[in-house]
C-alpha cells in the first residue's frame, strides 16, 4: 500500500484520533448533563436540552460560521491560543475537538438522558432504603442500569463526528496531519479527479457504517431482551 | 357592474405582473469560477438588460465543476479559472472546440487585513506570521499559482507547515477576511473597489499567466441563452467590466 498517498492513512488515523477524543471528553460532559437533565425539576431544564439539541437540526454550516469568528483572533478562541503564543483555534486539532464536541453532543447526551429516565425513581429509592449514599447509587445503580444507553451515546457519538464535513471543511484549513480529516480527504480527491483514491475511502466509509449501524441495532435487541 | 370592475382590476394585475418582472426570454445555467465571483455577476445583469436572457450563475472551484460537468451536471457554460480544464472538456467531446476562448487573465495578490504587513517578498521570506491562506492547489488555479510563486522565490519549503487551505478562492479571502489567516494569496479581483489592509502584486515573472479560458458546453449548443452569453462575454461591454476587476485581457500582457 506504500504507492498510495500517505494522506491517505494518515487521514483515516487522524479521523480515528479526533473521534475518539471528542467521544470521551463527550462522556465525561454528557453523563453529569444528561443525568441531571434526566433528574432535574428545573422548570429550564427543557431549554438546556433544546441547546444541546440545535446540532440535530442546523446546517453544519451554521455552526461552522460561528465558530470561525469564535475561534478566530477577535473572538475566544484566539484569547485562549494567545496563551501559548497562537493566533486563532481555527486550522488547530484543537480547534476541531470544539467544534466536534459541540456538533455531537446530542448524539451522546440524549441516549444516556433517555437510559436514567428509563431506570425511574425505584431503584434508586431502593438503593436509598439500603443506605447507599447517592453518589454510591449512582455508580452501582443507575451507570449499570444505564448501560446500553452509554453504549449507543459512544458509539454515535464517535460515529458521528468521523462523519462531519461541512464543519471541518469551514473551520479546518484542510492541513494534513492536523485537519485533514477523511470526509474532507474524500472531497478533495473527488474535486483532483483522483477517484481511485476517492474510492478507496469512500467505500472504507460505507463498511464502517454498516458495522456502526448494525452494531447499534445488536445493541439495542440486547437490551431489549434483557429487560424483557 | 361588479363583474366589470372586477375584469378591471384582473387586468390591471396582470399588466402590472408582465410588464415588472419582463419573464426573460431564455435561461441558462453557467458554472463559474469562484475568483470571477463579481465580475459574473455584473456581466450577468449587463447580459439581462441588453438581450433579455438569464443567466444563472454557481460558483466554485473549477476542479469541482470540471468534475460535476463530466458527471453531467446541467450547465451549459463553464468560466473555469484555467485553461487546462475546458481543453479536457474540449478533448472528452463535452464542449463545442470552436466555442473555447480565454476571457481573462488573472492575477494573484499576496493580501493581508493589516495596513503595513504585505510589503513585498520580503515578507514571505521573512515568516514573521502564523497562518498564510491559499486555496487547494489541486483543484484551484489560483491555489497552483501561489504554490508556483512560492517555489519561484525557494521558500515553499519553509511556508508549507503555514500553509491553510480553503476549498476556493473565496474561501481563501474569507480566512483573511476573518483574521484566523494574517495573510493570503487571493485574486486581485476579490480586492476590486477596496483598499483596505496591505497587498503585494505577486509579479507574473513567479507564476504562469492564469488564463481562464471560457467554454460552450455540449448542451448549450442549443440554448440561445448560452451563445449568446458566449457571445456577450466576449464583447466590448464585458470586456469593460472584466477590465475593472483586475483581469487582463488576451492579447494585451
Known sequence: MGGLSTDLWQSVRLTIELAAITTVILLLIGTPTAWWLARSRAWWKEIVATIIALPLVLPPTVLGFYLLLTLGPNGPGGLIASLW???????????????????????????????????????????????????????????????????????????????????????????????????????????????REANILAAGMIVFTFAVILTMTLIEKRSAGVNA | MRFAKLARIALGIATWVLTSTSVPAAQTNVAVAANFTEAAKEIAAAFRAK???????????????YTQITQGAPFQVFLSADDARPKKLVDDGLAAAGSRFTFAIGKLVLWSKTPGLVKGEETLKATSFAKLSICNPAAAPYGAAAVEAMKALKIYETLQPKLVEGATITQAYQFVETGNAELGFVALSQLTGTDTGSRWLVPQELYSPIRQDAVLLKSGASNEAATGFIAFLRGPEARAIIEKYGYVLDGQS
Open chain 1, 85 to 195: 503564543g497562537g493566533r486563532t483555534l481555527a486550522f488547530t486539532f484543537e480547534g476541531l475537538i470544539a467544534g466536534s464536541v459541540l456538533y455531537s453532543m446530542p448524539f451522546v447526551v440524549q441516549p444516556i438522558r433517555n437510559a436514567f429516565v428509563a431506570i425511574g425513581d425505584r431503584p434508586l429509592e431502593v438503593a436509598a432504603t439500603l443506605r447507599a449514599s447517592p453518589r454510591r447509587a449512582f455508580w452501582t445503580v443507575a451507570v449499570p442500569l444505564a448501560r446500553p444507553g452509554f453504549l449507543a451515546g459512544a458509539v454515535l457519538g464517535f460515529a458521528h463526528t468521523v462523519g462531519e464535513f461541512g464543519l471541518v471543511l469551514m473551520i479546518g484549513g484542510n492541513i494534513p496531519g492536523r485537519t485533514k480529516v477523511l470526509s474532507v480527504a474524500i472531497f478533495d480527491f473527488v474535486e483532483a479527479s483522483q477517484w
Open chain 2, 51 to 65: 438581450t433579455g436572457h438569464e443567466a444563472v450563475l454557481s460558483f466554485g472551484a473549477s476542479g469541482q465543476f
